[in-house]
């Protein structure tokens, strides 16, 4: 079962839970009680981020800040 990280609305704190893939279960936050909680996905969207800006210009050598990087 794999393992998601919920951020508490309310008081701010990361929690994790196990949980079925396919389940939307309502966890209550340990520390407030609240179930205002909002499913991180930080590892997964920050590979794919990293990934798709890495995609430098192959014509200017630096590749940063290069006329070409916006097309
Ligand atoms: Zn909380």
Redesign the pocket.
């Known amino acids: 079962m794999p393992i998601f990280e919920y951020k508490?609305a309310?008081?701010?704190?990361v929690s994790e839970f196990l949980e079925k893939a396919d389940s939307r279960a309502d966890h209550p936050?340990p520390?407030?009680?609240?179930k205002n909680l909002k499913k991180q996905f930080s590892t997964f969207s920050a590979v794919v981020k990293q990934s798709s800006a890495g995609s430098k210009c192959h014509t200017c050598p630096s590749g940063g800040n290069c006329p070409h990087s916006g097309l």
């Open positions: 508490c309310d008081c701010g704190k936050c520390a407030c009680g609240s």
